[in-house]
């Protein structure tokens, strides 16, 4: 009799912790569906799942009691039942109780962790929705039951937090690393397309980008002088690729506005005489720490796609424009201002970069914490440069983070091309 009350109090734990694990597990979005479409329990779990604080707390209850039962019940009553058998052996019977007791805790608590615990949430796990809408009615039940306890136990709870300082903040339902990861396991699982995992990836990093880290360097711009004769300007704009032009007066620190070329090509037709500083766009100054969300608002309220980026001391930095908050997200795009940064991965593993790549392209490749961005520097050959201290030349390298940062090529004193390989253990 009392391994039956034993058995069916383990088994009672099971359900509770099953109930438990149902409710904790449960993606509210396919119980939200189903609510929608007529399912009462589906819509009772959703009701639950607004207060865990209660349905938890009466689960605890539950669990705790059957624990209490169980243990006092089978420790005094079983352990009398086996204890005539060890005290059969003559070395045994002055201790004949103590271990019938030690041996019946043992089995009842190896029965509470496999079938009590284990098992009911690893059931649960498999599909938490069906058994969080199967249960429901009994988790009701249960609340009603408790209800008492579990306010009482509420008020004491916020009465010791109080006293002990503890304040009770409002934790978002998903951050963003466990986004991240949720991401990168469906990339994983074969449920998000590899391209779509980075795209979203992408685009969880763009509010943490900078004007800086997005920019084309000042040594890329291509500009106009404001003084140059027009022959000149014609000429420099017909052997040119890029699409719009900053205009400075004697020097790139001086922007007086922007050239787009189609607006100049589109005067030059239906006029003689390009009268092409009437073409000019006022210039928009952007700070190399403003971030990219940021920048496309500004893009998209005042109607202008390219900004200059300037530092403290208001001297150019560089260049941001639409398509490059765009290649932010989705990745090197055809058309515009195409620069030659590039990014290859080698049959060995290792990887040649150009030294105007972003850190953050960069890092979409291979490991690098977030520690290794800094506002002294946005690209790889920054980094570099930063930590070398000093003009590098051809074949100088640093080790950071477990890799191996090489520089293969110069161009004069600008960093071309690194190779970046995992540091080789000795």
């Not at 201790?95 to 019938?100: L, M, N, Q, T, V």
């Not at 709870?157 to 002990?164: E, G, H, P, S």
């Not at 980075?198 to 291509?222: C, K, V, Y």
């Not at 309220?301 to 765009?326: A, C, N, P, S, W």
Request: glycine share 6%.
């Amino acid at each position: 009799m009392e391994l039956i009350v034993i058995l069916i109090l383990v088994l009672l734990n099971g359900v509770l912790a099953l109930t438990e694990t149902a409710f904790i597990a449960t993606r509210k979005t396919r119980l939200e569906n189903n609510a929608n479409q007529g399912n009462k329990r589906a819509a009772d779990v959703l009701k639950l799942l607004k207060d865990p604080e209660s349905f938890l707390s009466a689960i605890q209850i539950g669990i705790t009691l059957v624990g209490i039962v169980a243990g006092a019940y089978g420790g005094a009553e079983i352990s009398e039942d086996i204890m005539p058998f060890f005290a059969s052996f003559e070395l045994l019977t002055s201790y004949a109780f103590e271990i019938s007791f030690v041996i019946v805790v043992i089995a009842i608590t190896y029965l509470s962790l496999i079938i009590g615990e284990l098992i009911p949430k690893s059931i649960a796990l498999k599909n938490p929705e069906r058994f969080s809408m199967a249960l429901v009615p009994m988790m009701k039940t249960l609340l009603i039951v408790f209800r008492p306890v579990i306010q009482f136990l509420s008020f004491s709870t916020k009465i010791f937090q109080r006293i002990f300082g503890l304040r009770h903040d409002e934790i978002p339902p998903v951050t963003e690393d466990e986004l991240r990861l949720m991401i990168k396991l469906g990339s994983q699982h074969g449920i998000i397309a590899q391209q779509e995992s980075e795209m979203m990836t992408s685009a969880l990093q763009f509010g943490d980008r900078s004007a800086r880290s997005l920019m084309i360097p000042r040594p890329e711009i291509q500009w106009i002088d404001f003084q140059d004769p027009l022959e000149a300007i014609h000429r420099k704009i017909m052997e040119s690729e890029v699409t719009k032009f900053l205009v400075c007066d004697g020097s790139l620190d001086k922007v007086v506005g922007i050239l787009y070329v189609r607006d100049y090509f589109k005067n030059r037709e239906s006029s003689p005489i390009v009268d092409w500083r009437a073409l000019l766009i006022e210039p928009l100054f952007l700070s190399e720490n403003t971030s990219a969300l940021a920048i496309l608002e500004k893009f998209q309220t005042q109607k202008v796609y390219i900004g200059i980026v300037v530092d403290e001391f208001g001297d150019v930095e560089g260049i941001i424009t639409l398509h490059d908050l765009v290649q932010a997200v989705f990745g090197a795009l055809p058309g515009e201002e195409v620069t030659e940064r590039s990014i290859v991965q080698r049959p060995d593993g290792s990887i040649l970069v150009d030294g105007g790549v972003a850190i953050e392209d960069l890092r979409k490749h291979i490991e690098l914490p977030k520690t290794v961005l800094q506002k002294h520097y946005s690209t790889v050959a920054g980094l570099v440069l930063y930590h070398l201290k000093r003009i590098p030349k051809a074949g100088d390298r640093i080790s950071l983070h477990g890799f191996v940062f090489e520089i293969v090529d110069m161009d004069k004193n600008r960093v071309d091309k690194l190779l970046v390989y995992r540091l080789r253990s000795e």
